[in-house]
């Protein structure tokens, strides 16, 4: 059997990586435009899908099917909750005209969804993925699978995020609090369009509310 087929750690261990080192080289290094490093991020984890999906044998369509109402209230519920943290920072100004439809939707949608399948849907899928049925349908078991899901999610959230150097301190447990509750918004109704609705909303509110100060929109030179 592959390794890569049954064992977490190794997808797992590979999104921390490629998070780190994405946003290491191309942010803390290179020091790219925040468009420019959108669209080596946005490459470097679509590459990171096709691979985990051809290796994992991952229907898509199946998971985003599965459960899809409760999701979308769920999605509905984190993505307030996260509109809320948004608009409590300080604000700046907003591009205008066609310049902020082309920002909602490279800096909102595609920067949102990247992210939320960096850091939320893989490592969830993954731990759950590798786990027997059986011990799925036992509570405490799945308690304890939904325990290491979470881990799994922060572990990459924070290999990520110390990869920009404005990450690199106190600052850290902003995103690792926020990635924890839509995480946990994932886990409760079990279908990954609740990560991907509240972390999508959660960067378009960024957008709107000033993409200079709100720290859900690195980097920030």
Excluded: C, K
Aim: charged share 10%; glycine share 12%.
């Amino acid at each position: 059997m592959n390794v890569t087929s049954r064992n977490p750690a190794v997808w797992i261990l590979s999104a921390g990586i490629l998070g780190f080192t994405t946003a290491g080289v191309f942010s803390g290094l290179l020091h790219w435009s925040r468009a420019g490093f959108i669209l080596v991020y946005l490459l470097v984890v679509l590459s990171l899908g096709v691979g985990y999906t051809r290796i994992a044998g991952l229907s898509w369509r199946a998971q985003f099917q599965r459960r899809w109402r409760p999701s979308l209230v769920g999605g509905v519920i984190l993505s307030v909750l996260l509109a809320q943290s948004v608009l409590a920072q300080p604000g700046s100004e907003r591009p205008r005209g066609l310049e902020l439809v082309l920002s909602l939707g490279w800096y909102g949608v595609v920067y949102g969804a990247v992210d939320s399948l960096l850091l939320n849907i893989v490592p969830v899928l993954e731990v759950y993925r590798t786990r027997p049925a059986e011990e799925l349908h036992d509570g405490v078991h799945r308690f304890r699978v939904g325990v290491a899901a979470l881990l799994a999610s922060l572990f990459v959230t924070a290999m990520y995020h110390l990869g920009f150097v404005e990450y690199r301190g106190a600052s850290l447990l902003q995103p690792l609090l926020g990635n924890g509750i839509i995480t946990a918004g994932y886990l409760l109704t079990g279908s990954p369009v609740t990560p991907l609705l509240g972390h999508i909303v959660m960067h378009l509110v960024a957008v709107l509310h000033g993409m200079e100060t709100t720290t859900q929109l690195p980097p920030h030179y």
